[in-house]
């Protein structure tokens, strides 16, 4: 997929004039992409369009305008834009409660050898970002990317597939099936160059 360039950002004057309607725009991309499983867990896939928007609005709210800066942005955000037969997600634990949030992430600090995206069946293990945690620490936000082999993609693709993306930790046990206008909206950046 399309990585962003500085040449794609717009200024911050236009960007501000424009930024209402762009924001309910993205809001309605996002929306397509917010997959929750489970009570605690909720999955942002990302693409071109949501790190378009990202970098727009960091270099917005820092005031970011020198080339530097911007390129900083750009190397931080495109690494979360998947790759062809790949997908990349955002991965919020959501917990209001500060202790009770500290206190299951304490728990569930082996969750990323227990994540997975299965496609008819078979189990593709998430591929978290090391720099997200450590051995004695989970962040409650993650960076997961699956990559698929291009058969497994071919597969995601096919009408009546299942999809699910699931946990199989001993403190969070949960799956979600993907419904077709979800897997449709995924398979696009899995096929996309």
């Known amino acids: 997929m399309k990585k962003v360039t500085a040449a794609d950002l717009l200024d911050l004057t236009v960007y501000e004039k424009q930024r209402r309607e762009i ?8 929306n397509l992409r917010r997959i929750h499983v489970g009570p605690y867990a909720t999955y942002l896939f990302e693409t071109y369009d ?8 960091m270099t917005r709210a820092e005031r970011i305008v020198d080339k530097a800066g911007i390129q900083g942005e750009l190397n931080a955000y495109n690494e ?26 304490s728990k569930i600090l082996t969750l990323p050898a227990h994540t997975y995206l299965s496609v008819a069946d078979e189990k593709i293990k998430a591929e978290f970002d090391p720099r997200q945690g450590s051995e004695d620490k989970l962040s409650s936000v993650q960076y997961v990317k699956f990559t698929f082999s291009e058969k497994q993609a071919e597969k995601f693709g096919q009408s009546g597939s299942e999809v699910i993306l699931g946990f ?5 046990s949960y799956t979600y099936q993907l419904h077709a206008e979800e897997k449709a909206t995924l398979y ?6």
């Open 50 to 57: 949501t790190m378009w928007y990202q970098v727009q609005e």
């Open 80 to 105: 979360l834009i998947p790759e062809k037969n790949q997908l990349s997600a955002s991965l919020f634990i959501e917990i209001p409660d500060v202790d009770e949030r500290k206190n299951f992430l």
């Open 188 to 193: 696009q950046d899995l096929s996309s160059d």
């Open 23 to 30: 924001r309910t725009r993205i809001m309605d991309i996002k």
């Open 168 to 172: 199989d930790h001993p403190h969070y």
